[in-house]
């Protein structure tokens, strides 16, 4: 006997009633996130592998052959860019390796934002493409776009949130309806054949139970970039100083420009430093140090290979340095008068205050960098172990519907059971609203039509 086909024989009436209840909404949290989960999977594996990828890709703009002859100086490497691409620098990437090319980005009249690649011991330039952002290249850019849905603009980019917290609703009753009731198979072994319906459940509860904690991280670990819920945290870690503390920003001038704002972003910032303050360059102090003695300040200062420089738009600009690479604790930003040279922000993961640091490190996880090829190998595992549910799902819903109606589990007669629901709702809202007031619209639902569900 499967623990879907859980009889009254067997449990308490209460039991009975609250794993019919539990169940009904682990099926309406499938319904709603099912589609949006397997495209996240399916993207997220490809976002797990972008350094891979893109060399693959952009070997031509990316690589170069290493030779003994010196590197040109960041300015002539800028301006050979310019000559094949006319218009204003406003990024500027040193090699990270002897076989890297040197990044420009350039802003053209007549092409827009473009990343520019050149060899920075020939200064030959090696291409170009649409400028990227932090996703370095168009490709990853596009990837990263369909799975945040930003793609499709700002209403479906908030579905996101809502996605993610069902997700988390999806985990935590699927182990309760998982979880052994006297049953010998189905809980870590799959019984009888593919074309067997029992085989298909079996297959959903087991990669479930394996895979549930890494699914449940995912989603829980991609919440602080979600639009709302993100937001509110990132706003209450700035005020309370956990984050970056405060007196990071002090004692600087600042611009009411912010880290993250169109028109003023950087070209890659951390979660903790999207609502920052940008600080700004003393005008009046001189002339500009320039591009080749930011650099050499960058370098003297220990910042991590493979970061990038967006530089000064106007007499008030800084050099700005940031650099976030596979291991969180080297992440660094660093941002430079650019008329003294003098550092007026540097900070890394040191810094951070305790939510700044686990939303860093669990983004870094999520991202499969933390801790190289296991970390991306045991992300992907959690990606397909979602398709692969998502499938055994379909398929076991397909099998088990009667014709002419959707399938949903028996509404549960014990209305004590809906109204117990109903606060672990409530609860569910404060935490996230945007998801709360989901759950309450499909309690409503629930409440007011179930015989249209059952």
Not at 149 to 164: C, K
Not at 249 to 273: I, N, Y
């Amino acid at each position: 006997m499967s623990v879907a086909e859980l009889s009254r024989d067997t449990a308490a009436p209460s039991t009975y009633a609250l794993y019919r209840a539990v169940w009904r909404w682990h099926f309406y949290a499938g319904l709603l996130v099912l589609p949006f989960l397997i495209s996240l999977a399916v993207t997220g594996s490809l976002y797990l592998f972008k350094d891979e990828i893109n060399a693959l890709v952009y070997a031509k703009e990316l690589t170069v052959t290493p030779s003994d002859a010196p590197y040109l100086s960041p300015t002539e490497i800028v301006k050979r860019a310019q000559i094949v691409v006319p218009g204003t620098a406003f990024r500027y990437a040193p090699p990270e390796a002897a076989d890297r090319s040197a990044e420009v980005g350039i802003a053209s009249e007549s092409e827009g934002r473009l990343s520019v690649f050149v060899n920075p011991q020939t200064g030959q330039v090696l291409g170009r493409f649409a400028d990227s952002g932090s996703s370095r290249t168009p490709l990853m850019q596009f990837v990263k776009k369909i799975h945040s849905l930003e793609w499709f603009g700002w209403l479906p980019n908030r579905i996101i949130e809502i996605v993610a917290g069902w997700t988390l609703v999806l985990v935590i009753t699927g182990f309760y309806l998982w979880w052994p009731r006297g049953q010998t198979g189905g809980v870590m072994s799959i019984r009888q054949k593919p074309r067997q319906r029992i085989f298909w459940r079996d297959l959903h509860a087991v990669t479930g139970a394996v895979a549930g904690a890494l699914i449940f991280f995912l989603a829980i670990t991609g919440l602080p970039w979600s639009g709302f819920w993100g937001a509110k945290l990132n706003s209450f870690a700035d005020q309370y100083g956990l984050g970056y503390p405060t007196q990071f920003f002090s004692e600087v001038p600042k611009s009411d420009a912010h880290s993250a704002h169109m028109g003023h972003a950087m070209t890659q910032t951390s979660w903790s430093l999207e609502n920052a303050p940008m600080p700004q360059s003393s005008a009046g102090m001189g002339e500009p140090i320039g591009l080749d003695k930011a650099v050499s300040i960058f370098d003297r200062l220990g910042i991590s290979k493979g970061y990038v420089i967006d530089l000064p738009q106007d007499g008030e600009g800084v050099y700005s340095a940031s650099v976030f690479p596979d291991q969180v604790a080297n992440e660094r930003v660093i941002h430079l008068d650019q008329y003294s040279g003098k550092p007026l922000f540097d900070g890394g993961f040191s810094e951070l205050g305790p939510i700044g640091k686990a939303v860093e490190f669990g983004v870094s996880v999520h991202q499969g960098q933390e801790f190289g090829l296991i970390n991306q190998l045991v992300m992907l595992v959690a990606c397909l172990a979602i398709i692969a549910m998502a499938a055994s799902a379909l398929v076991m819903w397909w099998k088990r519907r009667p014709e002419g109606s959707l399938g949903a589990p028996r509404y549960p007669q014990d209305l004590r059971i809906p109204r117990t629901i109903l606060v672990i709702a409530c609860a569910v809202g404060i935490v996230f609203p945007l998801v709360g007031l989901t759950l309450l619209l499909a309690l409503a639902a629930d409440f007011l039509a179930p015989k249209l569900f059952a």
